[in-house]
């Protein structure tokens, strides 16, 4: 099973300080922002102890492989109404790229869009022709488009638009989805049938170009577009469905990261990776989690 969380990365040991948080959880996998996700201020990439970073990594049998970087959330390919914004995203999409490609992760996680009102279609045209100015060049670096609620004017709310952004791109080879299991429950698909699930998956992007996955449980009912991650086993997915979806035999592969909300300032990963690692939900997580 290769699972983790999302981790910081902060002062002073940054990304060494990272895979030391995700150590401390009993994870085998990590997520990151090369900054603050809302934000777009970046240090030098050789300011981050790329090195030593590696060097625990190695030691703990980790490949980089399981090393995901998201992107900030203020990139917005799809935007055609300010398109100085759409400029600049692009621009920065560039240099998170080259980033991604300093600290020799694989994958970096985006939010494809949103049209801000100009219709669905011209957000998607917009979105493939950033994505082609920001790939011309491959630096080793799979953007893995993710699966949205379709809150607000998000896109790639159903695999159908992300196989068509993945279809229209110059190097779809650079690409790949990471599947957010709160995201698609909030955008109205029945993990309760998540055979079905895989199989428009496969069907629509193809099961090999499943990159990573985020597992969260949803706060809220099943289609509400919401958006608000839940801890496992404590939302409307519940932990049964998700015990389920991360064992499964198809996807043993696939890098998993739980993105859920801390509980009274406490991260929730460790006993959380523990009930996947067991199979078994522990009816006082919350409690578990407060004692720290
Ligand atoms: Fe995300
Ligand atoms: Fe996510
Ligand atoms: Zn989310």
């Known amino acids: 099973m290769k699972l983790g969380c999302h981790v910081s990365m902060s002062s002073p040991l940054y990304l060494e300080g990272s895979v030391q948080e995700a150590l401390s959880y009993g994870a085998n996998a ?76 694989k994958i970096l996680v985006l939010h494809p869009g949103s049209h801000v009102k100009a219709g669905e279609e011209v957000g998607i045209a917009q979105i493939i022709k950033g994505l082609n100015e920001a790939t011309q060049q491959d630096k080793g670096v799979r953007i893995a488009l993710e699966t949205m609620c379709g809150k607000g004017s998000e896109l790639g709310y159903t695999f159908e638009q992300l196989s068509q952004i993945m279809k229209g791109v110059d190097h779809p080879e650079l690409f790949g989805v990471c599947l957010d299991t709160c995201h698609i429950h909030d955008g109205g698909y029945d993990l309760s049938d998540f055979e079905s699930i895989l199989n428009d998956f496969d069907t629509l992007i193809g ?3 499943l990159l990573v996955m985020h597992i969260n449980d949803s706060k809220n009912v099943r289609g509400a577009k919401k958006d608000r991650h ?40 460790k006993a959380e990776i523990e009930m996947f690692q067991s199979e078994t939900f522990k009816e006082n997580l919350e409690d578990i989690v407060k004692a720290g």
């Open 207 to 209: 099961l090999n170009n």
């Open 30 to 105: 990590l997520m990151i922002y090369t900054g603050p996700p809302q934000n777009t201020l970046r240090k030098p990439t050789n300011a981050l102890h790329i090195e030593e970073m590696h060097e625990l990594l190695q030691k703990n049998n980790i490949p980089l492989e399981n090393v995901i970087v998201h992107a900030p959330y203020i990139i917005n390919l799809a935007n055609t109404i300010d398109l100085e914004k759409n400029k600049w995203s692009v621009e920065f999409l560039k240099q998170e790229i080259d980033r991604v490609a300093s600290i020799g992760a």
């Open 230 to 269: 839940a801890n496992i086993g404590l939302g409307e997915i519940g932990f049964e469905l998700l015990n389920k979806i991360v064992h499964h035999p198809s996807l043993k592969e696939v890098v998993k990261i739980l993105e859920t909300p801390y509980i009274d300032g406490h991260a929730p990963y």
